[in-house]
């Protein structure tokens, strides 16, 4: 699987997290490698093995400086390429600078993300053009925050759509904590008809899964959400709300990184959106200053308040209900135990998310590239939500008819 993910263009850092021509260093642990991240004197990024090829010294600590990263062991200095630009410790007129090269990962910086690909050099994939980047950044906040799990019962989450009208409930109403459309009709449809009915197809980009609930006598309320090769997903919100993409790279086989994305595609983000997102109210968790972490985590149970969970809300947890997904999904294990599950009907994302991921990585073995990593376009999905006549079946343009029949 890790074959597979290496063939796409990965999400590494904020780009905010390296500022500025020769800010300082910062590490990166992804698909379980060590590295470090800088920005040259000339603005581009390099992304290095952290270990220094001349005795393994950690780079992190490493001086930035005139396009290079100089390891602080022995003075040894690196471009973003990888190339060993100085080695003041070996007489002048030594070629062995020549022949030492370190770990480089290419980079590029998209929708306030900066990207890497780790896969072999001739398969240089496309850049999943995804629909937020198309946005300024004003119509967008990007986030950052540590799972401790594997990357896969993070996505699970957010594919799962049954358990909406019960982890993020209230207790006897039909309303969401914590939600950014907590005052939408649309959302209620969720809370009310706790059986929705999934439907799943296969796309270009990965899978169409939609979400089928009883809204009146002669409607159905639909979500139309899209899973994208090879961690992300979007998550649909009712008309004129901000949209949801979540990107969830593996850190390791037991961690996550998860990039939060809520966009506008029509207008800049307002100064309470903004500041409901930074600072926990909305779907991004309150973090500990200064890093990524969230305070609300494994360790203090995730806050659950008993009382709370009696009186007023489904679990007990508050705040955001990104931590209400972030309790579940970490405390199944590091990684779950397929083998001791139980899957039903509302199961049928992940069963097809499922198949589809390890149908590509066996495909992979028999030399057969994935579709999706050479084709940025086939990513330009969006998904909906709505109300739909009952006779209209489940189909991929039903999406169409969902957004022409918006005010
Ligand atoms: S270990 Fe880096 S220069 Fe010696
Ligand atoms: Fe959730």
Same mark, same amino acid.
């Given at each position: ?30 698909? &379980? ?17 952290? %270990? ?86 004003? %119509? ?99 008309? &004129? ?38 600072? &926990? ?60 599950? %139980? ?42 939500? &709505? ?21």
């Amino acid at each position: 699987m890790g074959e597979l993910m290496r063939r796409f263009w990965v999400p590494v850092l904020l780009q905010e997290e390296l500022p500025a021509p020769d800010s300082p260093p910062v590490r990166v642990r992804i698909l &379980g490698e060590d590295l470090v991240a800088f920005r040259d004197s000339s603005g581009r990024v390099g992304l290095l093995d952290s %270990h220094c090829p001349h005795r393994l010294a950690d780079l992190f600590f490493g001086r930035n400086e005139e396009c290079g990263l100089r390891c602080v062991y022995h003075g040894w200095k690196f471009d973003v390429e990888g190339n060993c630009v100085d080695m003041p410790n070996e007489p002048a007129e030594s070629s062995f600078k020549q022949k030492i090269r370190t770990t480089a990962y290419p980079t590029e910086e998209r929708g306030g993300i900066i990207w890497a690909y780790l896969g072999p050099k001739d398969l240089l994939p496309a850049m999943p053009d995804l629909d937020y980047m198309q946005a300024p950044a004003s %119509h967008r906040f990007v986030g950052k925050v540590l799972l401790e799990c594997n990357y896969f019962q993070s996505i699970e989450g957010d594919i799962d759509n049954s358990h909406v009208g019960f982890l993020h409930s209230l207790v006897g109403t039909t309303t969401v904590p914590g939600s950014p459309v907590t005052s939408s009709t649309q959302l209620q449809y969720q809370m009310r008809d706790k059986t929705p009915r999934g439907f799943v197809k296969e796309t270009p980009y990965g899978i169409l899964h939609a979400w089928r609930r009883n809204a009146d006598l002669s409607h159905y309320h639909w979500r139309y959400n899209h899973w994208l090769m090879p961690f992300y997903s979007h998550v649909a919100g009712p008309p &004129g709300s901000t949209l949801g993409i979540f990107l969830r790279p593996p850190r390791d086989d037991e961690t996550t990184w998860a990039f939060v994305i809520r966009w506008h595609p029509e207008r800049p983000l307002t100064d309470r959106e903004r500041t409901a997102l930074a600072t &926990g109210e909305s779907v991004m968790p309150s973090l500990k200053s200064g890093t990524h972490f969230s305070k609300a985590n494994r360790g203090n149970d995730f806050l659950i308040d008993r009382a709370l969970q009696r009186s007023y809300s489904f679990t007990g947890i508050s705040g955001s209900i990104y931590v209400q997904d972030m309790a579940i999904t970490e405390t199944m294990t590091p990684i779950v135990d397929r083998s001791r599950e %139980h899957l039903g009907t509302s199961d049928v994302a992940v069963i097809a998310v499922r198949r589809m991921l390890r149908r590509l990585a066996r495909e992979l073995q028999d030399g057969i590239e994935p579709h999706a990593a050479h084709h940025g376009e086939v990513y330009r999905v969006r998904c909906v939500e &709505g109300l739909l006549p009952r006779d209209v079946p489940f189909s991929e343009d039903a999406p169409r008819q969902l957004l022409a029949a918006r005010p």
